[in-house]
């Protein structure tokens, strides 16, 4: 039987890794966290210390790349050419790198396959920018979350301590503009998606619709 996909698209502190984790658990279904993969290319970027506006060079490194993803339940690893990066890669200055390259119709292009073949194998929550405008069309069930940007960089700020609130506000609101302004697989919901305003809602209330939602058509 196809295996069953539900994805959850919206902006960083929307609330999509914690609820779509939530609800891969609820379901005994893999999550997949595709920011992961565009930061991990983002740390080899920093570390070949390449010109990335310099497509041959960005090409060549992306030929270079081997991910990993090790998929345990709710939580997702990634290892690249064996190594495990899962932490080196949430740090702001990768954060801002990945969204710079995100915009890249090469780095798009070289992520799309191999996230449409984990998807072969198993049923699997994904969550991302484009998973239901671009990389599953055809999902089973379709969901973008969104916050005002105060509470999202409120709750990066008391995940991640470190930086300060208004450098992460500021931070958030240059990606939030990047990335749905991208000529390639902008951010933003697919026609067919729920919207879901997480601005005033509990992770447990933003998880009780999805399940409610997907209760009601299973
Ligand atoms: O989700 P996360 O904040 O970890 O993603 C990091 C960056 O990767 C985003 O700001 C975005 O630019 C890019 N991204 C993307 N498409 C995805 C997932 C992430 O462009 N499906």
Known sequence: MKPKIITIDGPAGSGKTTVSKLVARQLGWVYVDTGALYRGVALGVKAAN????????????????????????????LLSSGCDITDKIRTPEISMLASTLSAKPGVRAALLGMQRAIAVEK????????????????????????????????????????????????????????????????????DDAIIIDSTALTIEAVVARIMNKINHET
């Open 123 to 190: 049923n699997a929550v994904f969550e991302g920018r484009d998973m239901g405008t671009v990389v599953f069309p055809d999902a089973d069930y379709k969901f973008f979350l969104l916050a005002d940007l105060k509470t999202r960089a409120m709750r990066r700020f008391k995940e991640t301590p470190g930086q300060p609130l208004d450098e992460v506000e500021q931070d958030m609101a240059k990606r939030d503009k990047n990335d749905s302004e991208r000529e390639v697989a902008p951010l933003k919901p697919a």
């Open 50 to 77: 390449i010109d990335y506006e310099n497509p041959g060079a960005l090409q060549s490194l992306l030929d270079s790349l081997s991910f990993t993803i090790v998929t345990q339940g709710k939580s997702m690893q």
